[in-house]
């Protein structure tokens, strides 16, 4: 027998080459999608880090910006408080008292006037709690009033106002809150009394 290959047979090592070629090429494709699809995770991963940490930056800026007074602040509301302190110990206005007194009055009312307006510009505000009801995250309960004339949990009095700068706390108002006043004071008890 001849080793040489039948003219007449088909030819079977052409079609098995280009099948191992084709399929190379679409392993080699799709291996590449595969890498292109994790390369561009990691892209978008990254951009949305970057934009989270550009976006933390600018408000670690504004909130440092906003609140960098805030001891300045703090001192300068003490100053707005000794000088209505100051305005309060002055006597009741009369009618036989000397015009220099009325003028003081006057003129330390118009700086105060000033003193609030130019600190309001400058995100510094002056909140009285009287009538509103308590909230521990601006009040500061220095005592409590028995009363029926307000529902308990209403602040009463105000020693001192709540200061805040750009809405945060500067100083807490110093009040007095009401609470109901015992059941036998409002007739409850009597009531209760009768019923029993």
């Given at each position: 027998m001849?080793?040489?290959?039948?003219?007449?047979?088909p030819?079977?090592?052409?079609?098995?080459?280009?099948?191992?070629?084709?399929?190379a090429?679409?392993?080699?494709?799709?291996?590449?999608?595969?890498?292109?699809?994790?390369?561009?995770?990691?892209?978008?991963?990254?951009e949305a880090?970057?934009?989270?940490?550009r976006?933390?930056?600018?408000?670690?800026?504004?909130?440092t910006?906003?609140?960098?007074?805030?001891?300045?602040a703090?001192?300068?509301?003490?100053?707005?408080?000794?000088?209505?302190?100051?305005?309060?110990s002055?006597?009741p206005?009369?009618?036989?008292e000397?015009p220099?007194?009325?003028?003081?009055?006057?003129?330390?009312?118009?700086i105060?006037?000033?003193?609030?307006a130019?600190?309001e510009?400058?995100?510094?505000?002056?909140?009285?709690?009287?009538?509103?009801?308590f909230?521990?995250?601006?009040?500061?309960?220095m005592?409590?009033?028995e009363?029926?004339?307000?529902?308990?949990?209403?602040?009463?009095?105000?020693y001192?106002?709540?200061?805040?700068?750009n809405?945060r706390?500067?100083?807490?108002a110093?009040?007095?809150?009401?609470?109901?006043?015992?059941?036998?004071?409002?007739?409850e008890?009597?009531?209760l009394d009768?019923?029993?």
């Open positions: 001849s080793s040489e290959p039948d003219p007449t047979a030819d079977t090592s052409l079609p098995e080459t280009a099948e191992q070629l084709m399929q090429a679409s392993d080699r494709i799709a291996a590449l999608e595969a890498e292109l699809a994790e390369q561009r995770d990691r892209w978008m991963r990254a880090e970057m934009a989270n940490v976006a933390r930056a600018r408000r670690d800026v504004d909130e910006r906003q609140y960098a007074v805030q001891k300045f703090a001192d300068v509301v003490e100053a707005a408080e000794n000088l209505h302190r100051g305005l309060e002055l006597p206005a009369e009618h036989h000397p220099i007194v009325a003028k003081l009055r006057e003129g330390l009312a118009g105060e006037r000033s003193f609030l130019i600190l510009r400058n995100g510094i505000r002056r909140d009285d709690p009287t009538g509103t009801g909230d521990p995250n601006l009040h500061q309960a005592g409590e009033q009363t029926m004339a307000h529902p308990p949990g209403t602040v009463v009095q105000a001192t106002p709540a200061w805040t700068l809405g706390l500067l100083r807490p110093m009040v007095v809150v009401a609470k109901a006043p015992p059941a036998e004071l409002t007739g008890g009597a009531r009768r019923t029993a």
